[in-house]
């Protein structure tokens, strides 16, 4: 797939060969058409940055594959209009079932995150249908994605890289000015720019399969906990109505994976009546734990499964990668349009690689915990699992911590060079770094939230106070190229309305507070101050956009 501005003209992938010399170089070529690079492809076409897709398989995937979307993940995708759909496409789900031999739990996961965000839950959708959405959503801009095309080189110039990709046709080389390896975990791009792949490889193995279940009460998660460890279904509806993850025993591992095989080792899990048929696939894996040493070589960046992997547990790995997309979308965008320095582009590694490796550390932990086969946690796990887990999740605060940990709405970036907190410092609510919280307002008396008011593509700046708190002090022209907000617990013409002053509580702010923030686009806050200043923001932006861009690389 290529996007491209007005007059620039492509490069031939398909006329067999070397394209000889280069008549025209895009900004981004992105390797790998799954989730992450879709994702980020989305993210360039909507801010109208030149970019090519391209992906070594024929074709689409087919399976379930990843099947999780987080309530984080659903935020930084509506501004592109993608959440909506995905939502109608897939399963929510609210409620875990935790079996064990002698009770059954029933806990509810998401009800702390009812007035946190607008998707206050799991939702459950195959990897297959997710790309098949963003494709979709690509495609209505007259987009595709270059199909049988490996990469299988890459050489990088003071403003430029070069890349040779082989096609059905032979081979050719594209010019870009970046290069982002969303390749998965076998990266051709990460292999190409000599970074490392650190971490280790677990013993055990799993089965994975998409299939009918009879038995199971459907628009639920259910967990059986045993001695060999534990065996999930999670609802899923289409290619099949269950996705099943189990660790296959060690006795069974040489067995050949079968639907009947399958049911012989759910049935050392649970001793409910489960018939297991008709699958739509039906694999086995074994679990590593990695992530790349750099996240960036140059002018070539790695996100996603190139970047990390990790176990499933927690339904983590998708969703990181998807937001690694958003995060380097929009700096790769200010640099390719001159309204930023290179040196913007920094801020991604720094920011997402402690994201990657605190995500690593969360899931490790959970996965040793449910396959570990010490014989003293073999034999506490099914008999306190659903024992436990009422009394744990009792506590509000705990409930509430857990459903921002693994909805991803806790992630921060508080050491970023991006994050700054003004003077006067504000001295509650959520930092620079932290994400820009949700809340309901009206705008000329239309109900809507704060997160549909931002912009979806720019900065804004978002003023807060009485409504003559700031007569006269920020015209909208002093910001070009931002969007300018206000919010007010008094209502005004084109005013952010907060009649019951929650969004402003959740900024740490009373009704006659001022204070002011500028929210990144990809929802997170850059900076905060307390009162009606704005000479620290001006010197914040003017610390991070005045430098000039490097102009684009010539064609040779």
Same mark, same amino acid.
């Given at each position: 797939?290529?996007?491209?501005?007005?007059?620039?003209?492509?490069?031939?992938?398909?006329?067999?060969?070397?394209?000889?010399?280069?008549?025209?170089?895009?900004?981004?070529?992105?390797?790998?058409?799954?989730?992450?690079?879709?994702?980020?492809?989305?993210?360039?076409?909507?801010?109208?940055?030149?970019?090519?897709?391209?992906?070594?398989?024929?074709?689409?995937?087919?399976?379930?594959r990843a099947l999780a979307i987080q309530a984080?993940?659903?935020?930084?995708?509506?501004?592109?209009?993608?959440?909506?759909?995905?939502?109608?496409?897939?399963?929510?789900?609210?409620?875990?079932?935790?079996?064990?031999?002698?009770?059954?739990?029933?806990?509810?996961?998401?009800?702390?995150?009812?007035?946190?965000?607008?998707?206050?839950?799991?939702?459950?959708?195959?990897?297959?249908?997710?790309?098949?959405?963003?494709?979709?959503?690509?495609?209505?801009?007259?987009?595709?994605?270059?199909?049988?095309?490996?990469?299988?080189?890459?050489?990088?110039?003071?403003?430029?890289?070069?890349?040779?990709?082989?096609?059905?046709?032979?081979?050719?080389?594209?010019?870009?000015?970046?290069?982002?390896?969303?390749?998965?975990?076998?990266?051709?791009?990460?292999?190409?720019?000599?970074?490392?792949?650190?971490?280790?490889?677990?013993?055990?193995?799993?089965?994975?399969?998409?299939?009918?279940?009879?038995?199971?009460?459907?628009?639920?998660?259910?967990?059986?906990?045993?001695?060999?460890?534990?065996?999930?279904?999670?609802?899923?509806?289409?290619?099949?109505?269950?996705?099943?993850?189990?660790?296959?025993?060690?006795?069974?591992?040489? %067995?050949? #994976? !079968?639907?009947? =095989? +399958? /049911?012989?080792?759910?049935?050392?899990?649970? $001793?409910?009546?489960? @018939?297991?048929?008709?699958? %739509?696939? #039906? !694999?086995?894996? =074994? +679990? /590593?734990?990695?992530?790349?040493?750099?996240? $960036?070589?140059?002018? @070539?960046?790695?996100?996603?499964?190139?970047?990390?992997?990790? =176990?499933?547990?927690?339904?983590?790995?998708?969703?990181?990668?998807?937001?690694?997309?958003?995060?380097?979308?929009?700096?790769?965008?200010?640099?390719?349009?001159?309204?930023?320095?290179?040196?913007?582009?920094?801020?991604?590694?720094?920011?997402?690689?402690?994201?990657?490796?605190?995500?690593?550390?969360?899931?490790?932990?959970?996965?040793?915990?449910?396959?570990?086969?010490?014989?003293?946690?073999?034999?506490?796990?099914?008999?306190?699992?659903?024992?436990?887990?009422?009394?744990?999740?009792?506590?509000?605060?705990?409930?509430?911590?857990?459903?921002?940990?693994?909805?991803?709405?806790?992630?921060?970036?508080?050491?970023?060079?991006?994050?700054?907190?003004?003077?006067?410092?504000?001295?509650?609510?959520?930092?620079?770094?932290?994400?820009?919280?949700?809340a309901p307002v009206t705008v000329d008396g239309?109900?809507?939230?704060?997160?549909?008011?931002?912009?979806?593509?720019?900065?804004?700046?978002?003023?807060?106070?009485?409504?003559?708190?700031?007569?006269?002090?920020?015209?909208?022209?002093?910001?070009?190229?931002?969007?300018?907000?206000?919010?007010?617990?008094?209502?005004?013409?084109?005013?952010?309305?907060?009649?019951?002053?929650?969004?402003?509580?959740?900024?740490?702010?009373?009704?006659?507070?001022?204070?002011?923030?500028?929210?990144?686009?990809?929802?997170?806050?850059?900076?905060?101050?307390?009162?009606?200043?704005?000479?620290?923001?001006?010197?914040?932006?003017?610390?991070?956009?005045?430098?000039?861009?490097?102009?684009?690389?010539?064609?040779?």
């Amino acid at each position: 797939m290529e996007h491209r501005p007005a007059g620039q003209r492509p490069l031939d992938l398909a006329s067999g060969g070397s394209v000889g010399p280069v008549e025209s170089v895009v900004d981004v070529l992105i390797v790998g058409a799954g989730p992450t690079g879709l994702t980020l492809a989305a993210e360039l076409c909507s801010r109208g940055v030149s970019f090519r897709i391209v992906d070594r398989a024929p074709d689409a995937v087919h399976e379930s594959r990843a099947l999780a979307i987080q309530a984080r993940t659903l935020e930084v995708l509506a501004p592109l209009g993608i959440s909506p759909e995905l939502v109608a496409a897939g399963d929510p789900a609210t409620v875990l079932l935790i079996h064990s031999a002698k009770r059954t739990t029933e806990v509810r996961l998401f009800e702390e995150g009812l007035k946190e965000t607008a998707y206050p839950f799991l939702l459950f959708l195959s990897q297959a249908k997710t790309e098949r959405i963003l494709l979709e959503r690509l495609a209505d801009s007259g987009m595709r994605v270059e199909r049988d095309a490996e990469l299988l080189r890459l050489s990088q110039a003071a403003s430029y890289v070069t890349c040779t990709v082989r096609t059905t046709h032979g081979e050719a080389d594209i010019r870009a000015r970046y290069v982002v390896g969303c390749d998965g975990a076998h990266s051709a791009v990460r292999h190409a720019a000599g970074i490392g792949f650190s971490g280790t490889a677990f013993p055990q193995n799993f089965v994975i399969a998409d299939l009918e279940a009879d038995g199971l009460e459907a628009g639920r998660l259910h967990a059986y906990v045993g001695e060999p460890g534990m065996v999930f279904f999670f609802p899923l509806g289409s290619p099949a109505p269950w996705r099943l993850l189990a660790m296959v025993p060690k006795h069974d591992a040489t %067995a050949e #994976l !079968t639907v009947t =095989s +399958v /049911q012989a080792i759910v049935h050392q899990y649970t $001793r409910d009546p489960l @018939v297991l048929h008709d699958p %739509a696939w #039906l !694999t086995g894996f =074994s +679990v /590593q734990s990695r992530r790349a040493d750099r996240f $960036r070589a140059g002018r @070539v960046f790695l996100a996603g499964d190139a970047a990390h992997i990790h =176990s499933p547990a927690g339904a983590q790995g998708m969703n990181t990668g998807i937001q690694d997309a958003v995060n380097l979308g929009w700096k790769l965008a200010m640099v390719c349009h001159g309204l930023a320095p290179a040196g913007l582009l920094d801020s991604y590694e720094r920011e997402r690689l402690p994201v990657a490796g605190a995500v690593l550390r969360m899931t490790n932990r959970a996965f040793r915990v449910a396959t570990s086969s010490n014989p003293v946690l073999r034999y506490v796990r099914p008999r306190v699992a659903a024992a436990a887990a009422p009394a744990v999740l009792r506590s509000t605060v705990v409930r509430k911590v857990g459903f921002r940990v693994i909805s991803q709405l806790s992630i921060r970036y508080r050491n970023s060079p991006l994050s700054a907190e003004g003077r006067p410092r504000l001295r509650h609510g959520p930092h620079a770094g932290d994400r820009f919280p949700d809340a309901p307002v009206t705008v000329d008396g239309v109900r809507s939230t704060l997160h549909a008011s931002l912009s979806a593509t720019r900065f804004d700046v978002l003023l807060c106070g009485p409504g003559d708190s700031w007569t006269g002090r920020a015209p909208a022209d002093e910001w070009p190229g931002f969007r300018l907000a206000r919010l007010s617990a008094t209502e005004a013409p084109g005013v952010l309305t907060d009649p019951t002053g929650q969004a402003l509580r959740r900024l740490g702010l009373g009704t006659q507070d001022t204070a002011h923030y500028l929210i990144r686009p990809d929802g997170y806050i850059g900076y905060r101050a307390r009162g009606t200043d704005l000479g620290g923001l001006r010197a914040y932006l003017r610390s991070l956009f005045d430098a000039p861009a490097p102009p684009p690389p010539s064609p040779r």
